[in-house]
């Protein structure tokens, strides 16, 4: 079974670019997930989608990140403009949350290098 | 914020068992405790979870006070793949709020 698949692995950009990160989950997961994860620290949850829905986002900063997943499968983040403090890790999980305690799988994450 | 607290970083001798602590006092009736492991460079990997018994599979045991209020997880023949970074997470309302983790290192 193929797991969470995330692209691109590394990338480089200047600051005030626009930068995308795409998540495929694995097949027949309902729930997908977002995390940053700062050097050092334990990750941070962005956003969370139940199918296309997202159930939460409160810790996602709306003005300048943004997130879709068209049609309850594969995902997008989007960072525009970016800053130098978004260098982070950028992990996305999927589960399938049918009795509410599902194991979440971990995709190897994007790491992101803003100049 | 995390639910939980564990030590910062712990050392086991290759082939023996690791046991990691986690205290959770203010674990409520209905939350789940889930332990997850990153390897460098990697995202993180699902061990093991738990609610009240103690529960064991492939990878590992984990042991929950009958309180409730602090676990064990347990590595029954550590080998050098096992150094990672481990979390114990207390599931709150479908969320992982994970801390700052043990940080396992395995030594020849």
């Known amino acids: 079974e193929a797991g969470v698949v995330q692209s691109p692995r590394y990338k480089i950009i200047e600051k005030k670019q626009p930068v995308a990160f795409w998540c495929n989950p694995i097949s027949g997961h309902n729930t997908l997930y977002w995390y940053l994860q700062n050097l050092g620290q334990g990750p941070e949850l962005l956003i969370r989608?139940?199918?296309?829905?997202?159930?939460?986002d409160s810790q996602l900063p709306k003005d300048r990140f943004s997130a879709e997943r068209l049609k309850g499968v594969d995902s997008t983040l989007k960072i525009q403009p970016a800053e130098l403090g978004d260098s982070a890790v950028y992990l996305c999980a999927s589960s399938f949350e049918g009795t509410g305690v599902g194991e979440q799988f971990f995709g190897p994450g994007t790491r992101l290098t803003v100049l | 914020d995390a639910k939980t607290t564990q030590p910062p970083s712990m050392d086991c001798a290759e082939g023996r068992a690791a046991n990691l602590p986690c205290n959770h006092s203010?674990?409520?009736?209905?939350?789940?405790v889930y332990w997850y492991r990153q390897i460098h460079s990697q995202g993180p990997q699902y061990i093991i979870h738990?609610?009240?018994n103690n529960e064991t599979n492939e990878m590992a045991s984990l042991i929950i006070t009958e309180d409730r209020k602090s676990s064990t997880l347990i590595l029954p023949h550590a080998t050098l793949r096992d150094t990672a970074v481990y979390y114990c997470i207390v599931r709150d309302t479908g969320k992982l709020i994970f801390g700052q983790g043990t940080t396992l290192q395995v030594k020849p």
């Open positions: 989608y139940e199918n296309e829905e997202a159930v939460d």
């Open positions: 738990g609610l009240k």
């Open positions: 203010t674990i409520s009736g209905n939350e789940y």
